[in-house]
T-cell receptor
Framework: KQEVTQIPAALSVPEGENLVLNCSFTDSAIYNLQWFRQDPGKGLTSLLLIQSSQREQTSGRLNASLDKSSGRSTLYIAASQPGDSATYLCAALGGGNKLTFGTGTQLKVEL | DAGVTQSPTHLIKTRGQQVTLRCSPKSGHDTVSWYQQALGQGPQFIFQYYEEEERQRGNFPDRFSGHQFPNYSSELNVNALLLGDSALYLC???????????FGSGTRLTVV
């Protein structure tokens, strides 16, 4: 059974700081790993999708990496802004085409 | 291009009642999955529908059932509601799972 863990659970940083969010998964037999952003009480917005054959994906100030052999993914956010404040969720796509989610990292970027 | 649409956005029900939530997938997508997200937790997989059939199911009781229509839209039904069913219910659609999922804004269900 796939288990996904995200560390830290919460993070508070000053504006402009670069930061890294961590995601680990127990079963390396995944098809892809997807990072999402969730604002309070809202749905999920897809940020980056990394296929199992890829090592990283970039979109603007966001960069996500994937190391299947070690069961780890990281989301790097450059030059953080107050608008980046949200909960960030990672999800691994495994057998049965179902996503297994971590519990998220709650990020607060302060002025 | 419309994304995933869910209705209603909020719902309050009494214990023991039944509820139906609705989802219209993103244009071009044919697979619909439902997730339950309790407060402070990550979403948990309920089930997935493809070609009008339930293809996969998570660890949820039979009180949770669903349906997919020929136009790919879907419904989630929950019978005999419990207080613990209070959660945000998310619908996700895809064409090919490896290309990623698109989520809707969710339905907030409160059971009192």
């Amino acid at each position: 059974k796939q288990e996904v863990t995200q560390i830290p659970a919460a993070l508070s940083v000053p504006e402009g700081e670069n930061l890294v969010l961590n995601c680990s998964f127990t079963d390396s037999a995944i098809y892809n790993l997807q990072w999402f952003r969730q604002d309070p009480g809202k749905g999920l917005t897809s940020l980056l999708l990394i296929q199992s054959s890829q090592r990283e994906q970039t979109s603007g100030r966001l960069n996500a990496s994937l190391d299947k052999s070690s069961g780890r993914s990281t989301l790097y956010i450059a030059a953080s802004q107050p608008g980046d404040s949200a909960t960030y969720l990672c999800a691994a796509l495994g057998g049965g085409n179902k996503l297994t989610f971590g519990t998220g990292t709650q990020l607060k970027v302060e002025l | 291009d419309a994304g995933v649409t869910q209705s209603p956005t909020h719902l309050i029900k009494t214990r023991g009642q039944q509820v139906t939530l609705r989802c219209s997938p993103k244009s071009g997508h044919d697979t619909v999955s439902w997730y339950q997200q309790a407060l402070g937790q990550g979403p948990q997989f309920i089930f997935q529908y493809y070609e009008e059939e339930e293809r996969q199911r998570g660890n949820f009781p039979d009180r949770f059932s669903g349906h997919q229509f020929p136009n790919y839209s879907s419904e989630l039904n929950v019978n005999a509601l419990l207080l613990g069913d209070s959660a945000l219910y998310l619908c996700a659609s895809s064409l090919a799972a490896v290309e990623g999922y698109t989520f809707g804004s969710g339905t907030r269900l409160t059971v009192v």
